[in-house]
């Protein structure tokens, strides 16, 4: 992975990503210029985690956009012409011709709206997300960039934790955090390892492994994998240490 260390260098490289040509990535420039008579745009969460990873060469093909607005219907009509469907958290789901956006008000994301994070602009937003690693967003009016406390010493070492516990859909959280171990030898704080295993001591191993089916194309999770993992998660909560996966560890887990 090419981490990064500092906010100038992810900076130049969402400057990079935006004003590219390669991959069609002018469409998520076309999509935030749409939405900007609403508001100030926000680039939000897993994209700018996965650029602070490993930069341009893997950046995923959905991005969560957030706009600083409470007039829900200026924003409905500017991506009408998209064919949105509403998300499971509020939000408006489309695609472009080659990339996936979810955007939202900045007033309709879950916890704002749940009065759990008091929200006066975009760079409240890193109060709001499950994940530390996800704590970060990008104003593309101002070029301001805000993440929680320490987020690049998070990143740089390699470890996943949780920002806010509150949230409405923990076995989806559970099966990302198994994902992240999995797919990017990210380890486990303690708190989101018996997280994990909360979740799974609650629904099962099953019903996390049809969680990560309904919800993702590519499937890492399988109960076997889990019989096998969840004890090395148990025991590192019990000694009270985070869990980190080796590469060897890793491909002996697929």
């Known amino acids: 992975m090419s981490k990064i260390s500092s906010s100038s260098t992810i900076k130049k490289r969402i400057t990079r990503f935006l004003t590219s040509t390669s991959y069609w990535r002018q469409e998520i420039s076309g999509v935030i210029d749409l939405l900007s008579p609403a508001g100030s745009v926000g680039i939000f969460g897993g994209a ?21 607005t409470d007039d829900l219907d200026h924003l409905s009509w500017l991506v009408k012409d998209f064919q949105p469907v509403r998300n499971r958290y509020g939000g408006y789901s489309f ?29 409240d937003l890193v109060k709001t997300t499950f994940f530390d690693w996800d704590a970060i967003v990008f104003d593309t009016k101002t070029k301001r960039l805000s993440t929680c406390d320490d987020y690049f010493e998070k990143i ?19 099966v990302r955090a198994l994902r992240m171990y999995l797919s990017m030898r990210a380890g486990l704080s303690i708190s989101l390892g018996d997280y994990v295993l909360s979740v799974i001591d609650e629904v099962g191993m099953h019903e996390l492994v049809d969680a ?3 919800g993702f194309r590519n499937l890492l999770l399988s109960e076997t994998l889990l019989e096998s993992l969840i004890p090395k998660i148990r025991d590192a ?10 590469a060897g560890e890793q491909l002996s887990l697929h």
């Open 48 to 68: 700018l985690r996965d650029l602070a990873l490993t930069g341009n060469q893997s950046f995923p093909n959905d991005v969560d956009l957030v706009v600083s």
């Open 95 to 123: 695609r472009s011709q080659h990339w996936k956006f979810d955007v939202w008000a900045l007033s309709q994301t879950w916890a704002i709206r749940e009065g759990l994070i008091p929200a006066s602009d975009l760079s």
């Open 156 to 174: 740089s070492m390699g470890m996943v934790g949780i920002n806010l516990a509150r949230n409405p859909y923990p076995l989806g959280n559970a």
């Open 212 to 214: 990560e089916r309904k």
């Open 237 to 246: 909560v019990d000694r009270s240490v985070p869990l980190y996966v080796t």
